[in-house]
């Protein structure tokens, strides 16, 4: 168990639905990072957050957007879903962002499925 | 743009059967190269990360190690719950993001 906690573990939903993915960091850590895992591209770096600050963008997609919080918890909202949108969600999280305190650990994950 | 490229895709090994796993990266400035386990719909464990060329840690039956090219990890007399896919990602000097590759994924028979 990393300490990262994600909810809900799966998701089932209709094209063009909006969902909220929840993601609660290690205690301690101030950085948090989302992941997309699917089949065909393997794990693609979504967004960072530190602190509560937007620090990294990577290929997110216009209709995703995510927030950290005063308690350092994150949320990722998908919107307007396509059926390419079904994949495995991973929140990281790091105590900061440089050397070994920049060690990522990951959360179980939530499976969307989009219908 | 920053590349890692894993191999062999699978692999499939007899109980105490050691072997290596590969993973080959192209980056600007290497900040640190990393090695994390997956299970089967589960999220991926950290392993270790290596900073250096030459650097080398150790953990039960793995030990990886770091060239200025490529990390091997190396498995010694693996056992059926060693079987996962072994991810190995990078992150190079001016960002936080990992950059991951394809990953390997190793069966080890009883």
């Known amino acids: 168990d990393s300490g990262v906690t994600q909810t809900p573990k799966h998701l089932i939903t209709a094209t063009g639905q909006r969902v909220t993915l929840r993601c609660s960091p290690r205690?301690?850590?101030?950085?948090v990072y989302w992941y997309q895992q699917s089949l065909d591209q393997g794990l693609q770096f979504l967004i960072q957050?530190?602190?509560?600050?937007?620090?990294a963008k990577g290929n997110i997609l216009e209709r995703f957007s995510a927030q950290q919080f005063p308690d350092l918890h994150s949320e990722l909202n998908l919107s307007s879903l396509e059926l390419g949108d079904s994949a495995l969600y991973f929140c990281?999280?790091?105590?900061?962002?440089?050397?070994?305190?920049?060690?990522?650990?990951f959360g179980p994950g939530t499976r969307l499925t989009v219908l | 743009e920053d590349q890692v490229t894993q191999s062999p895709e699978a692999l499939r090994l007899q109980e105490g059967e050691s072997s290596s796993l590969n993973c080959s990266y192209t980056?600007?400035?290497?900040?640190?190269l990393f090695w994390y386990r997956q299970d089967p719909g589960k999220g991926p464990e950290f392993l270790f990360t290596?900073?250096?060329a030459g650097e080398e840690k150790e953990k039960e039956r793995l030990k990886a190690t770091l060239t200025k090219k490529e990390s091997f990890l190396h498995i010694t007399a693996p056992k059926p719950e060693d079987s996962a896919t072994y991810l190995c990602?990078?992150?190079?000097?001016?960002?936080?993001?990992?950059?991951f590759g394809e990953g390997t994924q190793l069966t080890v028979n009883p």
């Open positions: 990281a999280s790091s105590v900061g962002v440089t050397g070994v305190l920049s060690t990522q650990y």
């Open positions: 205690s301690g850590d101030l950085s």
């Open positions: 957050y530190y602190n509560g600050e937007e620090r």
């Open positions: 980056v600007s400035g290497l900040r640190g």
């Open positions: 290596l900073y250096s």
């Open positions: 990602a990078i992150k190079e000097t001016s960002g936080s993001r990992l950059t």
